[in-house]
């Protein structure tokens, strides 16, 4: 019972009031049926065992028809499972089709849009954003002396196979060690 309150003179308070109080029975009787459906196909299904008293060669045999009536519960449930998928496929299909049917959705055309980065922060994070983005200001600016430089040294470094022999074995190792300072 949901709600005991009565107002005097108002009939679709009190209609809804009975509707209420309605569904909610109906719901309790659903559930104790629902119960009492299991209870009995368990029963059915599944007498209890009786294990006392039976020989190795009985308890064997009745492992063995549990595990066949294992397989078979799996079967079927393998089946049901295929066709709930199957039914799921062919639902979606049916929707796109009234969909299809219904009329179609034709998309507008998209305009080409200029925005700098600065608008599309204070778009995205609105008061939050407060700098401003140079994007160019953070790049790496390369000066001309640079570039020289960096083609003296890659002429320096000459054909790598004779750097590469030049310090193999022993000897290239022992440079390498005094290069690097580890010789003083």
């Keep these: 019972v949901i709600c005991q309150i009565r107002r005097p003179g108002n ?10 109080n309605r569904a909610m029975e109906d719901l309790e009787k659903e559930k104790q049926d629902r119960e ?12 209890p ?16 028809q549990l595990y066949a009536k294992i397989d078979v519960v799996d079967e079927e449930r393998f089946d049901y499972e295929d ?14 089709k009234v969909q299809d049917l219904g009329g179609k959705f034709k998309k507008p055309a998209l305009r080409k849009v ?3 980065a600065d ?14 983005m140079d994007l160019r200001a953070n790049l790496k600016s390369v000066k001309k002396e640079d570039i020289k430089q ?7 470094v000459g054909d790598w196979r004779k750097n590469v022999e030049a310090m193999s074995g022993m000897e290239g190792r022992k440079k390498m060690f005094d290069a690097a300072g580890g010789g003083q």
């Design 150 to 156: 960096e083609k003296v040294l890659t002429s320096e």
């Design 36 to 47: 009492e459906e299991k209870n009995r196909y368990l029963k059915e299904k599944h007498p």
């Design 49 to 64: 065992l009786q294990l006392s008293g039976l020989s190795l060669g009985e308890l064997q045999n009745l492992c063995k």
């Design 119 to 132: 608008e599309m922060m204070r778009a995205l994070l609105g008061s939050k954003h407060k700098g401003s």
């Design 114 to 116: 200029r925005v700098s």
């Design 11 to 20: 009939p679709k308070v009190d209609i809804k009031i009975m509707l209420l």
């Design 83 to 96: 066709k709930v998928n199957k039914h799921n496929k062919d639902i979606n299909e049916l929707k796109l």
